[in-house]
């Protein structure tokens, strides 16, 4: 059964940082691509960021380039989001999602980690 | 950038019903779109990938359609824990983008 654990949500203050993780397992880590997609309370779903299977390759949306950095520990099977110089329009719930092997499209989501960004 | 434009942003129906929701990418995106539900509190669940391919265990009155720039989302008979938020999604090319949520209410 696929499973995903995200943790390290918690409320930063505005031009902080701080670092999810997002514990995989019951897949082959390494073969399929991941991604983090947010929701902004009563908002819908935003994509923010997603790393090629391996993690040979690495995408973000315009509204976090250059702030977050994605990235996998290929030997725990444990993908990261880094997240600096936080801003208020950046709390959401943060959704660690493992995507079909074919196709960027989120297969299996993890609960969310709660990030509140104080101004 | 896709944009994903879905409609109707909410719709009113009842136990049985046939309720259609529609997407329109703003340039063509081939087959490569996806169609989840999200209940309350809840993590999105994957329902119909690439265009109308139904997922493991989702139930066959789910079913999807279309090609290059518009797409539907069809449920043939609504049943009472089909109540919730449906998002498009498509997989063309980055940046990956979601339409704005279609939210199905009792009526």
């Known amino acids: ?119 | 950038d896709v944009r994903m434009t879905q409609s109707p942003s909410s719709v009113s129906a009842s136990v049985g019903d046939r309720v259609t929701v529609t997407c329109r990418a703003s340039q063509d995106i081939s087959s490569a779109l996806g169609w989840y539900q999200q209940k309350p509190g809840k993590a999105p669940k994957l329902l119909i990938s690439d265009v109308s391919s139904l997922q493991s265990g989702v139930p066959s009155r789910f079913s999807g359609s279309g090609s290059g720039t518009d797409f539907t989302l069809t449920i043939s008979s609504l049943q009472p824990e089909d109540f919730a938020t449906y998002y498009c999604q498509q997989a063309h090319s980055f940046p990956l983008t979601f339409g704005g949520g279609t939210k199905v209410v009792i009526k």
């Not at chain 1, 514990?23 to 935003?46: I, N």
């Not at chain 1, 997603?50 to 099977?77: E, L, W």
């Open chain 1, 1 to 119: 059964e696929v499973q995903l654990v995200e943790s390290g949500g918690h409320l930063e203050q505005s031009g902080g940082s701080l670092r999810l993780s997002c514990a995989a397992s019951g897949f082959a880590f390494t073969k399929y691509p991941m991604s983090w997609v947010r929701q902004a309370p009563g908002k819908g779903l935003e994509w923010v960021a997603s790393i090629a299977k391996g993690g040979s390759d690495t995408f973000y949306a315009d509204s976090v380039k250059g702030r977050f950095t994605i990235s996998g520990d290929n030997s725990k099977s444990i993908l990261f989001l880094q997240m600096s110089s936080l801003r208020a329009d950046d709390t959401a719930l943060y959704f660690c999602a493992k995507n079909l092997a074919h196709l960027w499209l989120p297969d299996h989501w993890g609960q969310g980690a709660l990030v509140i960004v104080s101004s």
